[in-house]
């Protein structure tokens, strides 16, 4: 697996999407009906961010947050604003193995609002639509799409090896494995992405004020003595990447490498790719020509 470290390396749009002609994103206004099926999708979970308010008590009172939550998700995406007290977001350290005083022996977990959660997913429905009208997306990529999967994208592979194996061609597999994929990616650079593909204007406006401004803190929890005690961290400043542990995160970066198939797809070479995992397939009729 080849890290590549820099994940801004990848050109900036593609020929396919340098020609889009038509309207721009609007986010449309949403609605209580629209909030309580978003509300009743959440995963029933007692985790929680800085608000320290688990999805299992939104759940539960749903009815009641419902018009208070539909006033504010439209006047953010009217204003082009993402709500400023909903960009601070918690990490706590998960240990996976070896010693417990070691840094590289634990792993980040990132935990951010559930109404945080639930803007972005009514916020990711009409980007969804947006995209899926024009045909913007890439036939390559296979996560975070509604209709695709691990399984579309194995079947994908599966069925183009076995393809050029009864036309007696050798198949070799380069699988890509970008470093810190999630965390490097510049703000500037996602957002000309996202213009090249249509989500311009306020929509613009309001992914980048989404992006904009972020922080974090890190809070670990200790038991000792039978008490447990929960420390927290000073806030940092969070400049680059998407948000992790969120809903809109993982799709802006499959945005963001939306073109990178056209670039590389040949008539030898065939892209896979699922989020940030990518997989180059390459036939030749010569194990030399591999």
Known sequence: RNEIQNNNILPLTGNAFTLYQGEPLNLTPTESSEV????????????????????????????????PLVSIINKSFNLGQF????????????????????AENYRPISLISTFSKIIEKI???????????????????????R?????????????????QLEDNNYVSAVLLDYSKAFDCLGHELILKKLSALGIQGRANDWVASY??????????????????????????PVNRG?????????FLFVLFTNDF??????????????????????????????
């Open 123 to 145: 916020a990711l429905s009409r980007m969804l639509v947006h995209l899926e009208h024009y045909d913007l997306i890439t036939k390559s990529q296979h996560g975070f799409l």
């Open 36 to 67: 309580l099926r978003v509300i009743q999708s959440l995963k029933f979970k007692l985790s929680c961010g800085v608000d320290e308010i688990p999805s299992k008590v939104v759940k539960h009172c749903a009815t009641h947050l419902a018009a």
């Open 211 to 236: 992006l904009e401004g972020r922080k974090h803190i890190v809070e670990v929890k200790k038991t000792a003595n039978g008490q447990s005690c929960t420390y927290r961290s000073k806030t940092a």
């Open 83 to 102: 709500p400023s007290g909903l960009k601070l977001f918690k990490i706590y350290p998960k240990h996976k193995k070896g010693s417990t005083t070691k």
């Open 261 to 290: 198939s056209h670039y590389i797809n040949t008539d030898n070479v065939k892209t896979i790719m699922y989020a940030d995992d990518t997989t180059l397939l390459i036939k030749n009729d010569s194990t030399l020509g591999l």
């Open 147 to 163: 209709g695709k999967s691990t399984i579309s994208a194995i079947t994908s592979l599966t069925e183009y090896v076995i393809d």
């Open 242 to 250: 998407v948000p992790q542990g969120s809903v809109l995160g993982p």
